[in-house]
């Protein structure tokens, strides 16, 4: 083989493992990425899951106390019926 082509030939090779190590060290980041991606989303999604846990009884307390006040407030009008009226002459 010529000294000139097993010059370039070694040095197509050594380009292509330095190509080769790039290309792994750029997968490698990728799949950490790809993980840490997994993970925020999964902390978001359980903040959200555990956020609602924790306000869910103050929610149906809100409820409760809106469904009571309605029930009050139709008392009170039926109240106001069942009062006989009548004026003064």
Sequence with gaps: MEPELKQKLDNIQK?????????????????????????YWLIIISL???????????????????????????QLRNLGSNIPFSMPR
């Design 15 to 39: 380009l292509a493992e330095e190509n080769n190590t790039m290309l792994k060290h750029v997968r490698r980041g990728q799949r950490w990425t790809s993980f840490f991606q997994a993970v």
């Design 48 to 74: 959200g899951v555990g956020t609602f846990y924790f306000i869910q009884p103050y929610f149906n307390q809100a409820q409760k106390f809106i469904k009571d006040s309605g029930a009050s407030i139709d």
